[in-house]
């Protein structure tokens, strides 16, 4: 085998890996982007530890069908065409989409979500960006405690109030 040959088996091998082990896989256009709005998106990526990368789609079709599984399945030739990044987020499904919606509504028309996978479910484009609606995983158990809380800080004011009613009532 050629080294060339070598080198492309070693990218897809590499590919394969990332979408075992992603829990969520997302596929962008990235074609209207400059230069600066690319480093600012990667960095954004990086900070919430999103994977940000360009690779060639006949690598990304080989390594989804060594992967197998349905969702994967539509990352075939009609889907994957044109300049397309794909972010992998590990740690948080949410985290990726979360991210490219909020740089798409910064600058509007200047990417497009093409389709993803997460935790093993296809998503397109409109399930993506309802995705990035739903709040961080610290957010949503803030929610959660605050709603725990609140029942038994209002039956402490209750109790506080009842108190401070007989204590009007024996000192009148």
Known sequence: MNNAMETKSAVVAEIAEKLEKAASVIVLDYKGLTVEQVTELRSQMREA?????????????????????DAFANFN??????????????????????????????????????M???????????????L??????????????GSLKAPMSNFVYLLDAIIKKQDEATEA
């Open 132 to 145: 990035a609606s739903i709040p961080s995983r610290e957010v949503l158990i803030a929610k959660l405690l």
């Open 116 to 130: 993803g996978v997460v935790e093993g479910e296809f998503y397109n484009e409109s399930k993506i960006v309802a």
């Open 77 to 114: 030739e009609e889907q994957l065409v044109g300049p397309n990044a794909i972010a992998f987020g590990y740690d948080d499904p949410v985290a990726p989409a979360r991210i490219l919606k909020s740089f798409m509504d910064k600058n509007p028309k200047k990417i497009t979500l093409k």
């Open 49 to 69: 530890g999103v994977e940000y990368k360009v690779y060639k789609n006949t690598l990304v079709r080989r390594a989804a069908s060594q992967v197998g599984g």
